[in-house]
């Protein structure tokens, strides 16, 4: 995740993906993987990897319920964020299901962007939500 060329790291981006898709990784592993992945996320520069890199994070929440705190330093970026970046970001603190998450979500239900807005609207949704993802990215 830290070569020069971006197509090196978008591949490892996704190959931990693969990890986090499954079921090998206990928990704390998963966050120390996903820790590395917001990290990725927040300092690099192209968005394919980014992309790579938020939709392997979210692959996470298919098996463990993550901390907040963890994926939180994802909120500095969205500013630089396109939709599709966005919508990752958005369903990653919504699967949080942690209600100190609606801050970091609320500014985007008024986003110019209406598929931004749905996505934060979906994202406030799972906060409420009793059990599980009520959609998927």
Do not use: W
């Amino acid at each position: 995740m830290t070569d020069r060329d971006p197509n090196r790291r978008d591949v490892a981006a996704a190959v931990l993906g693969d990890l986090l898709r499954g079921t090998a990784l206990d928990t704390d592993t998963a966050c120390l993987v996903v820790g590395c992945l917001v990290s990725l996320t927040v300092n690099e520069p192209e968005n394919k990897v980014r992309e790579s890199a938020l939709n392997s994070i979210s692959e996470a929440f298919n098996h463990d319920r993550l901390p907040l705190d963890l994926v939180e330093p994802l909120a500095t970026a969205m500013p630089t964020m396109e939709h599709e970046l966005l919508e990752y970001a958005l369903y990653v603190f919504g699967a949080t299901q942690d209600p100190r998450a609606r801050p970091l979500i609320e500014p985007f239900l008024l986003h110019p962007d209406p598929r931004v807005r749905e996505d934060a609207r979906l994202a406030a949704a799972e906060i409420t939500a009793p059990e599980g993802p009520t959609h998927n990215s």
